[in-house]
């Protein structure tokens, strides 16, 4: 069973502050993603990756960072966390065409 | 740029009623097209997906065609259960593989007993 582990599970944080959210897959993925997830928008891409030390950007990157240190572990840093980004945040793997998700972590910014 | 519209919800239903959730999709390729479904608390899982045009891809009594000609891929089940509550997001991906999937903005489905 793919598995994708996120961390923490819930996070509050003040405007302005420093968030990280981490995300560990133990599928053997080259490919790893990371989603926020809004009523009314769905799913949509923050950054992905193809492998260690690689990054693309997605579709709504500003005020994200993302880093991929190694096959299994990928990143996302909130710098200056806003209120907008008060959000559920997955991320998840692919070997190329089925995504597997993690179960998601909730973050709000206050 | 590639792109997914899918049955704006909520959708309510009654347990063994029919459900159609109406998925059409733009792109310039020739994708792959998936279901997945996605329960409270959880993180989204694969319904099923249908990697060629004109064939029917299923799964726990869903099933959907991928229709080239009308570029849909219209999600159905004949009778619903209340356990067949969750979101359901239609999504297209690159046959490549690798570059993210594509997203509708997915539907709330809610079946009462």
């Known amino acids: 069973e793919a598995a994708v582990t996120q961390s923490p599970r819930n996070k509050v944080t003040v405007t302005g502050g420093n968030v990280t959210l981490s995300c560990r897959q133990t599928n053997s993925h080259n490919y790893m993603y990371w989603y926020r997830q809004d009523t009314g928008h769905g799913l949509r891409l923050i950054h992905y990756s193809y492998g260690a030390g690689n990054l693309q950007i997605g579709d709504v990157p500003d005020g994200y960072k993302a880093t991929r240190t190694t096959q299994e572990d990928f990143f996302l840093l909130l710098e200056l966390a806003s209120p907008s980004q008060t959000s559920l945040y997955f991320c998840?793997?692919?070997?190329?065409?089925?995504?597997?998700f993690g179960k998601g972590t909730r973050l709000t910014v206050v | 740029g590639d792109s997914v519209t899918q049955t704006e919800g909520p959708v309510t239903l009654s347990e063994g009623t029919s459900l159609t959730v109406n998925c059409s999709y733009e792109t310039k390729q020739y994708p792959t097209l998936f279901w997945y479904v996605q329960y409270p608390g959880e993180g989204p899982q694969l319904l099923f997906k249908?990697?060629?045009?004109?064939e029917k891809g299923s799964n726990r009594g869903f099933e959907a065609t991928y229709n080239k000609e009308a570029t849909s891929f219209h999600l159905q089940k004949a009778s619903v259960q209340e356990s067949d509550s969750a979101v359901y997001y239609c999504a297209l991906g690159e046959n490549q593989g690798g570059r993210a999937l594509i997203f509708g903005t997915g539907t709330t489905v809610s079946v009462s007993p």
């Open positions: 998840a793997s692919s070997a190329g065409t089925e995504v597997f």
């Open positions: 249908v990697p060629k045009a004109n």
